[in-house]
């Protein structure tokens, strides 16, 4: 079948994406009848080397920045179902949530992980808050 690449408009970079048509894939997978497929895959190192030439990469990192409300943070694991409440109730709440999948005793190390997730606010889930809810 029908095979094809595409380029930068120059063609100084290696193939953007690559692909074709593969109509036994299927029944390679255990289909018991063929179907027509198309599919293609982007090199993602090659989009990011023609962002950063066109210097459009600052802004695609600003404008696909990861952002959520709330990280939710366990103190530990005991307190993961709690944790899961707290979640839930924020989503209900309308709210957009993380939530840290392996407790960290050092408060540090959950404010670093929020940070990168974008979040605005973090929950601790800690023994004597939750005691005292």
Not at 21 to 36: A, T
Not at 86 to 106: C, H, I, N, S, Y
Not at 107 to 130: C, H, M, N, Q, T
């Amino acid at each position: 079948g029908i095979v094809f690449e595409c380029f930068d408009r120059r063609g100084e970079l290696r193939a953007i994406c690559g692909g074709g048509r593969y109509d036994r894939l299927m029944s390679l997978y255990g289909s018991q009848k063929e179907v027509p497929c198309v599919g293609f895959g982007f090199g993602d190192c090659v989009i990011v080397e023609l962002l950063k030439e066109l210097k459009l990469m600052p802004k695609v990192l600003h404008d696909t920045r990861r952002q959520v409300d709330f990280v939710v943070a366990p103190f530990n694991s005991a307190l993961f179902g709690p944790a899961c409440s707290v979640a839930g109730l924020l989503r209900e709440g309308g709210f957009t949530v993380d939530m840290l999948q392996e407790p960290q005793k050092k408060v540090a190390k959950a404010f670093s992980y929020a940070d990168r997730a974008g979040a605005k606010r973090i929950v601790l889930v800690a023994p004597s808050e939750w005691e005292n809810k």
